[in-house]
Each structure stands twice: as structure tokens, then as C-alpha cells.
């Protein structure tokens, strides 16, 4: 378990994180959730003893004192591997410094390598791989050496749809097996599919935590899911006027009463062409952007 209680972190005038508290269990998958520069990454930094709090604690299963090193994996958002190194090799070194003999890594490696199909790029320099594969070895490096706690800073980007499952069924298996499991992301598709639990911060500021499904119904509401024929009928004014958003080539807007309903999708016919018109459940992404705004 990893117990947050009312950290705070100042960089000169500027307060990064503001008395910011939640629990992530073991065995269930936390999304750490906020709009650039909330605080995200400084939290973790913190989590991960990178830096430290100016005040409040970080508790880790009943104890303050950080775990040694080696119960941790740590995906950083600044990627970075030594480029000149093959993968395999690479990946060995780290587990040894991990504490892992060289034939157990061995082992688990070409198992990951296999999983992510990498297996005929082992002797391959890593600065030779896409940005995608070596997104791939770096997290392979998170999780060779079976942390106890998975703190994952944007793990998917640069992930294609494919590795992105696969990432996710290995999350799913650490966390079957009791993980302290925390990943940082902007893909709200990805922590509607995964996550148990979620918090949300804004400048810093706790906005909201919780189970993810208490969350949905608590700022949940209906929207007015528009899909216009064109680009031109995408951007016009009357979506905005609406308080629309684009959502993958989708209008989402939002309504407080049934009543205005009709009156709205009257407008919608006269003045643009759709392919479609419904009324749908908000999504996450639809609940993050109300309450980032200060809406509910």
C-alpha cells in the first residue's frame, strides 16, 4: 500500500503541490490523473524519494522510510537508455544491479523480449529501435526484476494499439498478483479500461479521488453526442455557442435538462449536416475536462 498524506513541494514561487493526499491499494490500478503542469510528475518524484516534500509524508505498507530501491519499477517521463548498448545486453546489466544473476535475467528478459515481439532485435543496438520499441525496453527495464511497486509516468506513449494491449495484460497480471500499481496519463480511454481507482489533480490541488466507478457516478452526467458529415460542420460556431468539445471527431454537449433537448437538436438540423445525433453517457474524458474547469 502507498499512503500520500498532504504532500507539498515549493519551487521557489511557485507551488507545485499543495497538501495533496490519496492511498493506492495493492492490487488494484490507480490512475494518477491531471492537465499539463498540475503536479503530476512532481508527486511522483516525490513518491519515488527523487525529491523531497516540504512537508507531509509519503507511507509505504505502515512505514515511512522508502523500501530499498530495488522494490520499485520506475518508468520516468524523460525516457532515456544508453543508445550504444544492445537491448539484451542492457537489460542484463540493469538486472544485475538489481540484484538478479545474469541466467534468472536472462531468462525473464527473452520472456518480455518474446512478448513484445523484440526477440530478433536482442542484439540490436537500442539506439538503432523507433522510438516505439525502445518505449517497450524501457519499460521491460521497469518490471524484469518483479517490483513490488509499479510507478509508471505516461507508460503507453508512443505505444501502438497492439503493444499498448499488451502492456496492459502484463499491468494486469502484476496486479492479480497484489503490485502497488500508479501510472500517470492524458489517454482517458486507457484509464476507463484499466484503472480501479483514479485521482485527480489541478495546479497542484486535489480536485478529486476515489473508485473510478463512484467517481463516473458522482460527476457523471448525459451529453448530446453529435457526429457532423463534414470538417467544415465539425468547427461550427453553434457547437461552441453550446458549450460543445471535440472528442475524436465527435461533439459532445452537454445538457442540464431533458426539456431543452429537443429544442437543441432542432437547431443543430437547421444549421449544420450530421451523420448522427444521440444522447449518451459522459465519459472520463467529458468528467476530467468539467472538473478541471471547476464544473461538476
Given at each position: 500500500?502507498?499512503?500520500?498524506?498532504k504532500i507539498?513541494?515549493?519551487?521557489?514561487?511557485?507551488?507545485?503541490?499543495?497538501?495533496?493526499?490519496?492511498?493506492?491499494?495493492?492490487?488494484?490500478?490507480?490512475?494518477?490523473?491531471?492537465?499539463?503542469?498540475?503536479?503530476k510528475?512532481?508527486?511522483?518524484?516525490?513518491?519515488?524519494?527523487?525529491?523531497?516534500?516540504?512537508?507531509?509524508?509519503?507511507?509505504?505498507?505502515?512505514?515511512?522510510?522508502?523500501?530499498?530501491?530495488?522494490?520499485?519499477?520506475?518508468?520516468?517521463?524523460?525516457?532515456?537508455?544508453?543508445?550504444?548498448?544492445?537491448?539484451?545486453?542492457?537489460?542484463?546489466y540493469?538486472?544485475?544491479?538489481?540484484?538478479?544473476?545474469?541466467?534468472?535475467?536472462?531468462?525473464?528478459?527473452?520472456?518480455?523480449?518474446?512478448?513484445?515481439?523484440?526477440?530478433?532485435?536482442?542484439?540490436?543496438?537500442?539506439?538503432?529501435?523507433?522510438?516505439?520499441?525502445?518505449?517497450?525496453?524501457?519499460?521491460?527495464?521497469c518490471?524484469?526484476?518483479?517490483?513490488d511497486?509499479?510507478?509508471?509516468?505516461?507508460?503507453?506513449?508512443?505505444?501502438d494499439?497492439?503493444?499498448?494491449?499488451?502492456?496492459?495484460?502484463?499491468?494486469?497480471?502484476?496486479?492479480?498478483h497484489?503490485?502497488?500499481?500508479?501510472?500517470s496519463?492524458h489517454?482517458?480511454?486507457?484509464?476507463?479500461?484499466?484503472?480501479?481507482?483514479?485521482?485527480?489533480?489541478?495546479?497542484?490541488?486535489?480536485?478529486?479521488a476515489?473508485?473510478?466507478?463512484?467517481?463516473?457516478?458522482?460527476?457523471?452526467?448525459?451529453?448530446?453526442?453529435?457526429i457532423?458529415?463534414?470538417?467544415?460542420?465539425?468547427?461550427?460556431?453553434?457547437?461552441?455557442?453550446?458549450?460543445?468539445?471535440?472528442?475524436?471527431h465527435?461533439?459532445?454537449i452537454?445538457?442540464e435538462?431533458?426539456?431543452?433537448?429537443?429544442?437543441?437538436?432542432?437547431?443543430?438540423?437547421?444549421?449544420?449536416?450530421?451523420?448522427?445525433?444521440?444522447?449518451?453517457?459522459?465519459?472520463?474524458?467529458?468528467?476530467?475536462?468539467?472538473?478541471?474547469?471547476?464544473?461538476?
Amino acid at each position: 500500500m502507498l499512503v500520500l498524506e498532504k504532500i507539498t513541494k515549493q519551487f521557489e514561487n511557485v507551488l507545485a503541490v499543495d497538501s495533496v493526499s490519496f492511498t493506492v491499494q495493492p492490487g488494484r490500478i490507480f490512475g494518477f490523473l491531471g492537465p499539463n503542469g498540475a503536479g503530476k510528475t512532481t508527486t511522483i518524484r516525490m513518491i519515488m524519494d527523487i525529491l523531497r516534500p516540504d512537508s507531509g509524508r509519503v507511507i509505504y505498507s505502515g512505514d515511512t522510510k522508502m523500501p530499498d530501491a530495488r522494490a520499485f519499477g520506475y518508468l520516468p517521463e524523460e525516457r532515456g537508455l544508453y543508445q550504444k548498448i544492445p537491448i539484451k545486453e542492457l537489460l542484463i546489466y540493469f538486472a544485475n544491479l538489481r540484484g538478479l544473476r545474469t541466467g534468472e535475467a536472462s531468462k525473464v528478459i527473452d520472456m518480455y523480449l518474446e512478448r513484445f515481439d523484440l526477440s530478433a532485435r536482442k542484439d540490436t543496438k537500442v539506439g538503432e529501435l523507433s522510438k516505439g520499441n525502445q518505449q517497450k525496453v524501457q519499460f521491460i527495464n521497469c518490471i524484469i526484476h518483479n517490483p513490488d511497486y509499479l510507478i509508471l509516468d505516461e507508460p503507453f506513449s508512443g505505444l501502438d494499439p497492439v503493444n499498448q494491449l499488451i502492456l496492459k495484460e502484463i499491468l494486469d497480471e502484476f496486479k492479480d498478483h497484489g503490485k502497488t500499481i500508479i501510472f500517470s496519463t492524458h489517454q482517458m480511454d486507457q484509464v476507463e479500461r484499466m484503472c480501479d481507482d483514479i485521482a485527480l489533480i489541478n495546479k497542484g490541488k486535489m480536485v478529486v479521488a476515489g473508485k473510478l466507478r463512484d467517481v463516473k457516478e458522482t460527476y457523471g452526467k448525459k451529453i448530446l453526442e453529435v457526429i457532423p458529415l463534414s470538417e467544415a460542420d465539425l468547427n461550427h460556431a453553434i457547437f461552441a455557442d453550446m458549450k460543445g468539445e471535440i472528442l475524436d471527431h465527435k461533439i459532445h454537449i452537454p445538457f442540464e435538462h431533458e426539456s431543452a433537448i429537443q429544442e437543441m437538436i432542432q437547431k443543430i438540423n437547421q444549421t449544420v449536416s450530421i451523420r448522427s445525433i444521440r444522447i449518451a453517457e459522459a465519459g472520463l474524458e467529458e468528467i476530467f475536462i468539467s472538473l478541471v474547469r471547476g464544473e461538476k
